[in-house]
Nanobody, 125 residues
């Protein structure tokens, strides 16, 4: 059974940083595309970042977060991280950890079968 449990959300001022964590069970990182989506109030879920499962280490980032967010994996801890720097009020959303055997990383919400419960990130101006 695949389980994804996020943590690390919170309230931060604009320009600040947060690091989200997602502990994964039932998932082999070599087999699954792993990443993060977010959903802001009144908006659709959007892909934020993803790591491909093809041993290439290829990462995907939404244009809105490139240069500010970094995705990484700690295989020993079965944990996926999202380091978020220079946060902006428009980054305010619920952030979800996602996984799928096929992805693709740049796909939409329907391309990912497994979702965590989400963690709230709020960025004040």
């Amino acid at each position: 059974e695949v389980q994804l449990v996020e943590s690390g959300g919170g309230l931060v001022q604009a320009g600040g940083s947060l690091r989200l964590s997602c502990v994964a069970s039932g998932v082999r990182f070599d087999d699954y595309d792993i990443g993060w989506f977010r959903q802001a109030p009144g908006k659709e879920r959007e892909g934020v970042s993803c790591i491909r499962s093809d041993y290439s280490g290829t990462t995907y980032y939404a244009d809105s977060v490139k240069g500010r967010f970094t995705i990484s994996i700690d295989n020993d801890k079965n944990t996926i991280y999202l380091q978020m720097n220079n946060l902006k009020p428009e980054d305010t959303a619920i952030y979800y950890c996602v996984a799928d055997l096929l992805g693709p990383c740049e796909g939409g919400p329907l391309d990912f079968d497994f979702w965590g419960q989400g963690t709230q990130v709020t960025v004040s101006a």
